[in-house]
Nanobody
Framework: QLKLVESGGGLVQPGGSLRLSCAASGLTLDYYAIGWFRQAPGKEREGVSC????????NYEDSVKGRFTISRDGTKRAVYLQMNDVKSEDAAVYYC?????????????????WGKGTLVTVSS
């Protein structure tokens, strides 16, 4: 059983940066596609970024392209989401999720394991 724990959320000013972490206990994340998702109040959960298994290159939702970067930790037990030039519309609870198997997509309904989320608040 893969357990995911997000951390790194908090209060950030518009234009600021934040790095979210998704850590796995006891297992390597290299065998899983990892996705970052977010859910703002009153909105559906949406995919933000996804990195396929064994890969170091991610794909991104259009609104975060050029601002967010997904990466894998060298220990293979964590995946990060570097958030730069944060905007007010980025405020949400951010979740990481894992999917076993090949492919570069992270669809909400296809993910096998979910963390409990970390809150990102954007305010000046």
């Amino acid at each position: 059983q893969l357990k995911l724990v997000e951390s790194g959320g908090g209060l950030v000013q518009p234009g600021g940066s934040l790095r979210l972490s998704c850590a796995a206990s006891g297992l390597t994340l290299d065998y899983y596609a990892i996705g970052w998702f977010r859910q703002a109040p009153g909105k559906e959960r949406e995919g933000v970024s996804c990195i396929s298994r064994f890969s170091t290159v991610g794909n991104y939702e259009d609104s975060v392209k050029g601002r967010f970067t997904i990466s894998r930790d060298g220990t293979k037990r964590a995946v990060y989401l570097q958030m730069n030039d944060v905007k007010s519309e980025d405020a949400a609870v951010y979740y990481c999720a894992a999917r076993a198997g090949p492919g570069s997509d992270c669809e909400t309904g296809d993910m096998d394991y979910w963390g409990k989320g970390t809150l990102v608040t954007v305010s000046s």
